[in-house]
């Protein structure tokens, strides 16, 4: 009998740096299921697109009555982040899963709400920890990432870098 995978909430951050680090297929290696909220899916991901990521793995998450009023308190009790991460954060906060999110506007919110979060380098880190990349692959990834403009913060990512650059 296999083990039911860890599920985790992915906002769309999240999902455009895992695209311009060209990691999508190694990430959905990982033994997690990637779930993307609907709303997400629809309205935000344009590229890569909702419709490449769920070919490649990822788990449409639709919204439930619940979860849209929950939606709603969290849009009035936080003025960030935007509405459409709060559904991510929503999905994550009901359903008692691991929300996946680089705005720090999100980061922030989850942690207030008790809901655990984590970012891009957090799957970098995992990937090398589960054999998926090696340091080297990481590292290539991690610059075209920052190059794209991600906004990941940058003490930690030139540890890693020095790190996974370092000859063994």
Request: net charge neutral; with cysteine.
């Given at each position: 009998?296999s083990?039911e ?5 992915v ?9 311009n680090?060209?990691i999508?297929?190694?990430?959905v290696r ?6 993307l909220?609907?709303?997400?899916l629809?309205e935000?991901?344009?590229e ?6 769920i ?7 639709g ?7 929950t ?5 009035k ?12 954060l ?5 359903r ?5 999110g680089?705005?720090?506007?999100l ?9 655990a ?23 290539d990834?991690?610059?075209?990432i920052?190059s794209s403009?991600a906004?990941?913060?940058r003490?930690?990512?030139t540890?890693?870098?020095r790190?996974?650059r370092?000859?063994?």
């Amino acid at each position: 009998m296999s083990e039911e995978k860890q599920r985790l909430v992915v906002d769309t951050s999240v999902c455009i740096d895992l695209f311009n680090g060209r990691i999508v297929s190694e990430t959905v290696r990982l033994p997690y299921d990637f779930l993307l909220p609907d709303v997400i899916l629809v309205e935000e991901l344009k590229e890569p697109s909702g419709e490449e990521l769920i070919r490649r793995g990822f788990i449409a998450a639709g919204t439930t009555g619940e979860e849209m009023r929950t939606v709603e308190e969290l849009s009035k009790k936080y003025g960030r982040p935007s509405r459409n991460d709060l559904f991510a954060l929503t999905i994550a906060k009901v359903r008692g899963l691991t929300l996946l999110g680089g705005d720090k506007d999100l980061r922030n919110s989850a942690r207030r709400e008790g809901v655990a979060v984590h970012g891009t380098i957090w799957i970098l880190d995992r990937l090398i920890a589960e054999s998926n990349i090696i340091d080297e692959i990481a590292a290539d990834a991690l610059e075209r990432i920052m190059s794209s403009g991600a906004r990941l913060p940058r003490k930690e990512c030139t540890d890693r870098l020095r790190k996974w650059r370092m000859p063994n």
